[in-house]
């Protein structure tokens, strides 16, 4: 039987930047979480993708962020590097917090089907066993920095 995931943090300086596959982005509008559900699913997930091969991790959360939210005016900090760990190979990633100030439309070609708004997780999540805990290590940032 395959093991669930492992998702472990680390400081920002522990993990070489070129190191990272992946940025996701907890981001919040009008006091609210956005969460994405991609037009093949039925399930919400964070905003955030993969890395493409001309980008630092910082343009790639602002990329994801826009495509995936459609955020033209925002801050964005981050948070840390974690990694998900499955059968012992662990794929890294930047985690990130973004306030939205302004939306705009989806871009044309986006993946995603819709947004959401929620004061906690939902219910139906795509990757039940990593997301949540990126979530509360957002959250845990947040509290300390409001």
Sequence with gaps: MKQPPSVQFYKSEEIADERLKYA???A?????????RHKHRDTYEIPGGRRE??????DTAKRELWEETGACRYSLEPI???????????SYGGLYFAEVFELEPL???SEIFELRYFDDLPEKMTYPAIQPILF??????FGENR
């Design 80 to 90: 840390c590097v974690y990694s998900v760990i499955w059968d012992d190979a662990p």
């Design 53 to 58: 091969a001309s980008e630092n991790i910082d």
């Design 24 to 26: 996701v982005i907890m």
């Design 28 to 36: 919040r509008y009008g006091g609210r979480w956005i969460f994405c």
């Design 107 to 109: 871009p044309v070609e």
């Design 136 to 141: 509360e290590k957002v959250r845990e940032w």
